[in-house]
């Protein structure tokens, strides 16, 4: 999960679809979303700005932490890895 919140804070990330986000975290970027500007591509889906993705993956790591709680069995590895490793330069 760290690797993939780090990944969130590299300067050269693009915008990203809220279906990338894996699912343990989904809810706590919906609540932090809320009240923030996202977008919409030709095929419906929901994009999140990368500047907003940053700043909640900082808020994550250095901040005020999950705003909702991420029970441990919610927790795919697998599904981290393969998210993290779409993020890489």
């Known amino acids: 999960m760290r690797d993939y919140l ?3 804070l590299q300067p050269s990330l693009p ?3 809220l279906a990338n986000v894996p699912a343990a ?3 706590n970027l919906e609540a932090y979303l ?3 500007t996202s ?3 030709e095929t419906g889906q929901r994009w999140i700005y990368a500047a907003d993705l940053t ?5 994550l790591i250095y901040g005020a932490g999950m705003a909702v709680a991420l029970p441990l069995a919610t927790v795919d590895p697998a ?3 393969a998210v993290t490793l779409k993020l890489a330069p």
């Open 25 to 27: 975290l989904l809810a």
């Open 55 to 59: 700043a909640w993956a900082s808020d």
């Open 15 to 17: 915008d990203q679809a």
């Open 39 to 41: 977008y919409q591509d």
């Open 79 to 81: 599904d981290f890895r």
């Open 6 to 8: 780090t990944a969130l």
């Open 34 to 36: 809320v009240g923030k």
